[in-house]
């Protein structure tokens, strides 16, 4: 990735039809809902309302608290110089709105999943994320009062689109006298998995989820987690240009369309990914149909029963079947 200093930062375009909610993809409990700091700062200085973001924690941290509030990721390097001017800046801008926004910040080196879901060219790059939805804001480091404009026209558009949440701070003085909240334990062989996903071991976290399946056939925590990381393996070091270029120009091929539904549920365009699927089902016959059809069904997993999405596409996979 190459620093690309100097873009000028625009207003952030959003329409949120189709908005998504990729929380049935987390593999963990919930991150607590208070502010967390990057830096272990009480909340009220720059470190307040910051948190590092990772390619296993992004569905809990980042896609349900956008919810309550816009979160903005910043796309960041320690090699990279413009990260070191703006993302202080960001940081500094998150403590002033004082939980209006959360700061997650991905170190692109030990997250390349989320900087290829986000096609991340250059950094730093900053986004925004509103009810599960990506939205880009700016690459490059800017000046103060663009990234202040900016960030107004997020508020705006969040509290157009419902999103109007403050993120509970902690109050001053009290950190020493109250114990943070622990985390209620992980199962050994989920906490095995969940390990294995943060030192970028795949196949050692599918091992263990398979394990836990075969222990206990019925634990959908552990289903869940085996297709996500499958998914995460099945995307790694694919090129999305050249996924959906091989894809629009052959769409009856099976594989084609498979490895773009992927990339779209990595990317949390759900329904997309159904839609496309479906129309392969339709399209095609014999082995390649079965294959997409057992698919698509591997994907109601990684998005999890309880999304509204999942009986709905069953629905359309039903019809467009028979």
């Known amino acids: ?6 873009m000028r930062a625009g207003r952030p375009s959003l329409n949120l039809r189709g908005a998504v909610d990729l ?5 963990r409990p919930a991150a607590p809902t208070g502010a967390k700091s990057a830096t272990g ?10 948190i590092d973001t990772t390619d296993a924690s992004f569905a809990t941290e980042v896609i349900q608290q956008s919810q309550t509030v816009p979160v903005v990721l910043d796309f960041w390097a320690e090699w990279c110089g413009p990260c070191k001017q703006l993302s202080p800046l960001l940081e500094s801008l998150a403590a002033e709105l004082n ?8 170190d692109v080196d030990a997250n390349p999943q989320l900087a290829q879901a986000f096609q991340v060219q250059s950094i730093p790059s900053v986004f925004a994320v509103v009810k599960g939805q990506p939205i880009p804001l700016f690459q490059g480091a800017q000046p ?4 202040r404009a900016v960030l107004d026209e ?5 509290e157009a689109n419902g999103v109007t949440g403050v993120l509970a701070a902690e109050p001053a003085g009290e950190a020493d006298d109250d114990a943070e909240p622990e985390e209620e334990p992980l199962p050994p062989l989920h906490q095995e998995a969940y390990d294995a996903i943060e030192r970028d071991d795949l196949d050692a976290a599918i091992t263990a989820y398979e394990q836990a399946l075969r222990e206990s056939p ?3 925590l552990a289903k869940v987690g085996l297709a996500q990381v499958q998914l995460m393996k099945r995307t790694n070091g694919v090129d999305p240009n050249q996924a959906r270029q091989t894809a629009a120009q052959n769409p009856a091929d099976a594989d084609a369309q498979i ?6 549920v990595l990317g949390g365009h759900i329904e997309d990914a159904f839609a496309r699927l479906i129309d392969t089902v339709r399209v095609t016959s014999g082995e390649d149909r079965d294959k997409v059809r057992s698919h698509l069904v591997e994907l109601f997993d990684v998005v999890g029963k309880e999304d509204p999405r999942v009986p709905k596409a069953r629905i359309a996979l039903a019809n467009a079947l028979f």
């Open 154 to 158: 997020l508020l705006r558009v969040a």
């Open 99 to 106: 939980g209006r926004i959360l700061l997650a910040k991905v």
């Open 259 to 264: 490895v773009v539904a992927d990339l779209d």
């Open 1 to 6: 990735m190459t620093n690309q200093p100097g």
């Open 23 to 27: 929380g049935g993809l987390a593999a």
């Open 41 to 50: 700062g009480p909340a009220g200085t720059p470190g307040a309302f910051v």
């Open 144 to 147: 103060d009062a663009q990234v």
């Open 218 to 220: 019925a634990d959908d």
